[in-house]
């Protein structure tokens, strides 16, 4: 009796001691797969170049633009900043499209591409704005980066730069301390859980020396000295196609898919100074993880909700759904309308607000030549002297 007791013992322990293994490995399966602690991803890609000679950087930035929706971030949670419209530049011997490739068989363009900012609307005012969510109330949804304390966001820059700045338009610029504040702003405001910045443009790391925020991995193209050299000429359109250390990720992230565990440290090896000339960059220090363990799909890719169980769930069809829902016995509420509107009478019939009266460009100059030739022909040219 007694050694049938101590079997039992036994057996319940063996069976306890397996159940919990199930469970801890289930748990750290779990763990492992929700390591970032994330549950949205977002990205802003910005070129910030015009012209036709800068061909290759509205490439750059619609080529990651293509790697990141191939991965599964949606064009909602996209944020695109094209400085100029290669695709539709008289230039362009082939209309409506922009290659990545000298071969002309990746057209980056497409007929899906969606951007939310283009042209003189990229300014470094609005890509302020956008990270930190200072917008006009009037500004679409699809303009706005509605991130939060639970979002992964990748910000990359492509264009022209020196020691401490990137230009915008050729016309303005953005320095390392006015991109380090706006990353304060938004980690003060929970506007991310994790940011990887990445910046292809000449002296390239001095743009990320400035950054004191946490949770913030920084890559660049290039040392301060250096600069971020192109790739593939064009001979046909008469330009360089991308940047090299662009191509070079871009070719990594081809070989990427959801399910990938490629890590970080993977991407900081994608172009050694054999391939880019210059001399790649990236900073970890204000990053709480190691690069080792953070995914490529923890930034370019998208999150999938998922939930591990072990019962059985019933799903109902579409139209149970539907009838409960709209059953007899529930009353239906009320049609959204508009609240605070104007009828379209009073619309119509608006009068339009005065504008304030600004003298005409070229007016007061004018009007000095008006003065002129009225004084000439009144007293001519012997009485200048005493004018001046």
């Known amino acids: 009796?007694?050694?049938?007791?101590?079997?039992?013992?036994?057996?319940?322990?063996?069976?306890?001691?397996?159940?919990?293994?199930?469970a801890q490995y289930a748990e750290n399966k779990a763990e492992h797969f929700f390591r970032s602690g994330h549950t949205n991803n977002w990205a802003v890609l910005v070129c910030t170049s015009r012209f036709w000679f800068n061909y290759r950087h509205v490439a750059n930035t619609l080529s990651v633009y293509r790697s990141v929706k191939r991965l599964g971030i949606p064009d909602s949670h996209i944020i695109l900043m094209l400085a100029?419209?290669?695709?539709c530049n008289p230039r362009n011997p082939k209309p409506a499209t922009v290659f990545s490739h000298k071969n002309m068989e990746l057209n980056v363009y497409g007929d899906n591409v969606e951007v939310d900012y283009r042209g003189y609307e990229v300014t470094v005012e609005n890509f302020l704005r956008v990270l930190t969510g200072r917008l006009p109330p009037s500004t679409p949804r699809l303009k706005r980066l509605l991130s939060d304390d639970r979002s992964n966001v990748l910000i990359y820059m492509t264009?022209?730069?020196?020691?401490g700045f990137l230009k915008f338009q050729d016309s303005e610029e953005i320095t390392n301390v006015?991109?380090?504040?706006?990353?304060?702003?938004?980690?003060?405001?929970?506007?991310?859980?994790?940011?990887?910045?990445i910046i292809d443009t000449c002296q390239g790391a001095s743009m990320y020396e400035r950054f004191y925020s946490p949770n913030i991995m920084a890559l660049a193209s290039s040392q301060v000295g250096e600069d971020?050299?192109?790739?593939?000429?064009?001979?046909?359109?008469g330009v360089h196609l991308m940047d090299r250390y662009t191509f070079y990720v871009l070719e990594f992230l081809e070989e990427i898919h959801p399910a990938s565990q490629n890590?970080?440290?993977?991407?900081?090896?994608?172009?050694?100074?054999?391939?880019?000339?210059?001399?790649?960059?990236?900073?970890?220090d204000l990053f709480q993880r190691d690069p080792q363990s953070v995914l490529i799909t923890d930034f370019f890719g998208s999150v999938r909700k998922v939930e591990i169980t072990e019962r059985g769930v019933i799903l109902k069809t579409h139209l149970e759904t539907t009838e409960k829902r709209y059953s007899p016995d529930v009353p239906v509420a009320d049609l959204l309308t508009y609240a605070n509107q104007l009828p379209v009478s009073e619309i119509i019939h608006q009068k339009p607000k005065a504008r304030e009266w600004h003298p005409p460009g070229g007016f007061i100059l004018g009007l000095w030549a008006l003065i002129l030739l009225i004084f000439f022909k009144t007293y001519g040219m012997k009485h200048m002297k005493h004018i001046f």
Request: glycine fraction near 6%; include cysteine.
């Open 263 to 284: 890590n970080m440290n993977d991407l900081f090896q994608v172009c050694p100074k054999s391939l880019c000339v210059s001399t790649p960059g990236h900073r970890t």
């Open 1 to 22: 009796m007694a050694a049938l007791c101590v079997v039992s013992r036994l057996l319940i322990c063996f069976v306890a001691l397996a159940l919990g293994t199930k």
């Open 159 to 163: 264009g022209h730069g020196g020691n």
């Open 84 to 87: 100029d419209d290669m695709a």
């Open 178 to 197: 006015e991109l380090a504040d706006a990353f304060e702003q938004m980690w003060q405001k929970r506007r991310y859980n994790e940011l990887l910045f």
């Open 228 to 237: 971020s050299l192109s790739h593939q000429p064009d001979m046909a359109i």
